[in-house]
């Protein structure tokens, strides 16, 4: 009798689950309101933006997303799994993490330019941003350019003038464009591999596009004679009057926007 009952109760939990799952697909902001009043926040410690389909047949909870720093071996070793075409970089000088409640979706990180002749003009380049591609894209959503986004003010802080990145020219660069960067220009592909240094030349043929955003870095104008310090907003050296009729000369902190930093120092996380 109670193995008879067994496969009947099993059978109805499946069916009472598979409405259930059908209701909270039908209507979002009815499951996210169900999910509220069982404590699903309160459970997890994180806001709950929505409840979004997977293209799966499946609901998957969508946490409001959050930048947040994660360390230097966590960037490089998410880099090295998930990015689709380039290895991790040697050396950068600042990065960060995007979160979608404890899931680490993707990393940014920002080092010198990779050509030469940008360096030393206060400039600094977004050399990998990286967003996982093997979960549902509703808990990526909008994660790139927040990441973008976030370099462009860190630098602007840290006090460089301006900000690049290149996309291979097959990328659309949507991101890039939602968080206020704009395009520069189509770069051919070339390799750097020489004779004097070995260099990996994967996704070196391919045109790549490259993107820039002008900041405007905080600079504090110091006068030598009173010592007085203002904090001003510029994008270049420049000369300013002070209170007392002496003139002062402005510069980006730390030298960003004047001289580049050496390989050996170059890493600062």
């Known amino acids: 009798m109670a193995g008879g009952r067994e496969p009947s109760l099993t059978v109805q ?23 509220q009043r069982l404590g699903i926040e309160e459970l997890c410690g994180h806001e709950l933006r929505r409840v979004a389909d997977d293209d799966s047949c499946s609901l998957v909870l969508d946490w409001s997303l959050r930048i947040a720093p994660v360390t230097h071996d966590q960037a490089r070793s998410f880099i090295a799994r998930h990015h689709a075409h380039c290895r991790p970089p040697v050396m950068w ?15 940014a990180v920002v080092g010198n330019p990779v050509a030469r002749s ?11 941003l990286c967003i996982r591609r093997d979960i549902a894209k509703p808990l990526r959503w909008n994660a790139a350019s927040m990441l973008y986004g976030w370099c462009a003010r860190e630098a602007a802080r840290l006090g460089w003038s301006k900000i690049i990145t290149y996309t291979r020219a097959d990328e659309v660069g949507t991101s ?3 968080a206020g960067w704009e395009q520069e220009g189509r770069i051919r592909g070339r390799g750097w591999h020489g004779a004097r240094r070995s260099r990996s030349n994967t996704n070196s043929w391919i045109d790549k596009v490259r993107w820039s955003r002008e900041l405007r870095p905080r600079a504090v104008c110091k006068s030598p004679a009173a010592g007085v310090a203002t904090a001003v907003v510029s994008d270049i050296p420049f000369m ?3 209170d007392n009729g002496l003139a002062a000369f402005c510069v980006p902190p730390h030298g960003g926007g004047i001289r580049s930093t050496s390989s050996r120092t170059s890493r600062f996380t």
């Open 93 to 107: 000088r600042f990065h960060t993490g995007i979160f979608n409640g404890r899931t680490l979706l993707g990393v």
């Open 176 to 178: 890039l464009r939602a």
């Open 13 to 35: 939990i499946k069916g009472l689950h598979e409405q259930i799952t059908f209701d909270m697909n039908d209507d979002p902001a009815w499951a996210r309101r169900f999910l």
């Open 118 to 128: 940008y360096n030393g003009r206060g400039i600094v380049e977004v050399n990998r």
């Open 240 to 242: 300013t009057e002070m």
